[in-house]
Antibody, heavy 119, light 109 residues
Framework: QVQLVQSGAEVKKPGASMKVSCHVSGYTFTNYFIQWVRQAPGQGLEWMGWMNPDSGDTHSVQKFQGRVTMTRDTSSSTAYMELTGLKSDDTAVYYC????????????WGQGALVTVSS | QTVVTQEPSLTVSPGGTVTLTCASSTGAVTSGYYPNWFQQKLGQAPRALIYGTSKKHSWTPARFSGSLLGGKAALTLSGVQPEDEAEYYCLVYDGSAWVFGGGTKVTVL
């Protein structure tokens, strides 16, 4: 069965960097995009960007450009999302999701990784 | 930047019907926005329900349906069950980015 399993919770200081992993199983990693979404405490969902695990191509929302890097390790079927220059309002649960339906849906989701930014 | 608006909250009786809507600040939502709907319960990851306006995933209960209604994307829950109490998010593609709505809290009472 399709599964996306993310890394655990982290606490980071302002200005530091975070890197969340997303290990997939149950399908061919390079056949489907990975989408990244975050959710601040008590808030709604916010799309961050996508990565094509086959080519390594990425695209992120303008507000994160320059701070976000999406990478992958095809040998371990794992996607990574790194965010630098952390601020307190980057405190959120970060989700990875599989992009499917010819790019028109996010069908399977990871369990989320809570990153807390606090001094 | 596109803003997507949903009703903040709706209440429905068990067995009843409720329709949630999803509007875009750029104009009418059409099938070209590829509307998606997700259900999220407290402490859980979102679960995909609807994509491409009205298409269901294999796990989507039959009582959930998607449509376009008056220039908005819509999610209708028919024969609501207590377990349908949750937050529901729409997601649309504005031509350059995916944008989530703010979510609708559905209470079954």
């Amino acid at each position: 069965q399709v599964q996306l399993v993310q890394s655990g919770a982290e606490v980071k200081k302002p200005g530091a960097s975070m890197k969340v992993s997303c290990h997939v199983s149950g399908y061919t990693f390079t056949n489907y995009f990975i989408q990244w979404v975050r959710q601040a405490p008590g808030q709604g969902l916010e799309w961050m960007g996508w990565m094509n695990p086959d080519s390594g191509d990425t695209h992120s929302v303008q507000k994160f450009q320059g701070r976000v890097t999406m990478t992958r390790d095809t040998s371990s079927s794992t996607a990574y999302m790194e965010l630098t220059g952390l601020k307190s309002d980057d405190t959120a649960v970060y989700y990875c999701a599989r992009g499917n339906c010819n790019g028109d849906c996010f069908d399977f989701w990871g369990q989320g990784a809570l990153v807390t930014v606090s001094s | 930047q596109t803003v997507v608006t949903q009703e903040p909250s709706l209440t429905v009786s068990p067995g009843g019907t409720v329709t949630l809507t999803c509007a875009s600040s750029t104009g009418a939502v059409t099938s070209g926005y590829y509307p998606n709907w997700f259900q999220q319960k407290l402490g859980q990851a979102p679960r995909a329900l609807i994509y491409g306006t009205s298409k269901k995933h294999s796990w989507t209960p039959a009582r959930f349906s998607g449509s376009l209604l008056g220039g908005k994307a819509a999610l209708t829950l028919s024969g609501v069950q207590p377990e349908d109490e949750a937050e529901y998010y729409c997601l649309v593609y504005d031509g350059s980015a995916w944008v989530f709505g703010g979510g609708t809290k559905v209470t079954v009472l």
